[in-house]
Antibody
């Protein structure tokens, strides 16, 4: 079964940092792009970042550029999202997504003092 | 970068059909899109990829009641024989070489 499982969310103060992880199973991880998509409470889906299959290419939404860093470890079948300088508006459920076809269950990030 | 426009809400009766629309911005009318369903309190689920030609490929386990089509810059998701479990938010998504974008979503109510 194809699975993506996010972890690492939680409550953090403004200006703080968190690292999200997305552990995958059930498919050849090293063959796929992976994306992070977030959803603020009661709002729609917003693309955040992506990384190509071997980690050599990354892209970011303007709203997180310079603050978030996406990476992957193909030996561990895991994608990471390092989030620094967090703001209240970063509060959301963060989903990792294989291509556009398989979604994880999400992890909640709350930025508040 | 393409922009996707969706109506904020739609409603239809149990057992009937509904057609949801996603409109691509000018200059992007041939883009491929994906449709996703998000039931209340759950993660989104991929429904189908809809090509610029109008052909579509559904995700695993998506019922035959779901189909896709296009007309110009409009992309449609049709759900026939509506069930209560179809009550959900529906998002379209597209992408270019560097980013992805979602429509604002349509909240479907089954009456």
């Amino acid at each position: 079964e194809v699975q993506l499982v996010e972890s690492g969310g939680g409550l953090v103060q403004p200006g703080g940092s968190l690292r999200l992880s997305c552990a995958v199973s059930g498919f050849t991880f090293s063959s796929y792009w992976v994306h992070w998509v977030r959803q603020a409470p009661g709002k729609g889906l917003v693309w955040v970042s992506c990384i190509n299959s071997d980690g050599s290419s990354t892209n970011y939404a303007d709203s997180v550029k310079g603050r978030f860093t996406i990476s992957r470890d193909n030996a561990k079948n895991t994608v990471y999202l390092q989030m620094n300088s967090l703001r209240a508006e970063d509060t959301a459920v963060y989903y990792c997504v294989r291509d556009y076809t398989v979604w994880g269950q999400g992890t909640l990030v709350t930025v508040s003092s | 970068q393409p922009v996707l426009t969706q109506s904020s809400s739609a409603s239809a009766s149990l057992g009937s059909s509904v057609k949801l629309t996603c409109t691509l911005s000018s200059g992007h009318s041939n883009y491929i899109i994906a449709w996703h369903q998000q039931q209340p309190g759950k993660a989104p689920r991929f429904l189908m990829k809809l090509e610029g030609s109008g052909s579509y490929d559904k995700g695993s386990g998506v019922p035959d009641r779901f189909s896709g089509s296009r007309s110009g810059a409009d992309r449609y998701l049709t759900i026939s024989n509506l069930q209560f479990e179809d009550e959900a938010d529906y998002y379209c998504e597209t992408w270019d070489s560097t980013s992805r974008v979602f429509g604002g979503g349509t909240k479907l109510t089954v009456l």
